[in-house]
């Protein structure tokens, strides 16, 4: 079993940064590759980004790119998503989620393990 647990969420203007972390415990985190999705209201959860058990090679999705950075510390047992330039749409809830697949996978039904959510809200 792996435990993540979110943080760092939080209401933010437009233009605005935050950083969400997501600290793991139960299993070697280094053997997991880590995601970020996100839900808003009435929507699906859909992908934000990934990241290899490595750190090396990340993926994220198109309406994100440029604007959003998946990391990982690996000594830590944390993954990391920073938020820069924030926009209204960017409102959500947002999930961490683990992988025991060897390649990163954008889809949310290949992760095994997933975190709590912590809510972003982006004023305009």
């Known amino acids: 079993q792996v435990q993540l647990v979110e943080s760092g969420g939080g209401l933010v203007q437009a233009g605005g940064s935050l950083r969400l972390s997501c600290a793991a415990s139960?299993?070697?985190?280094?053997?997991?590759?880590m995601g970020w999705f996100r839900q808003a209201p009435g929507k699906e959860r859909e992908f934000v980004a990934t990241i290899s058990r490595d750190g090396h090679v990340s993926t994220s999705a198109d309406s994100v790119k440029g604007r959003l950075t998946i990391s990982r510390d690996n000594a830590k047992n944390t993954v990391y998503l920073q938020m820069n330039s924030l926009k209204p749409e960017d409102t959500a809830v947002y999930y961490c989620a683990a992988t025991s697949r060897y390649y990163t996978t954008l889809s949310k039904l290949n992760y095994d393990y997933w975190g709590q959510g912590t809510q972003v809200t982006v004023s305009s």
């Open positions: 139960g299993r070697t985190f280094s053997n997991y590759c």
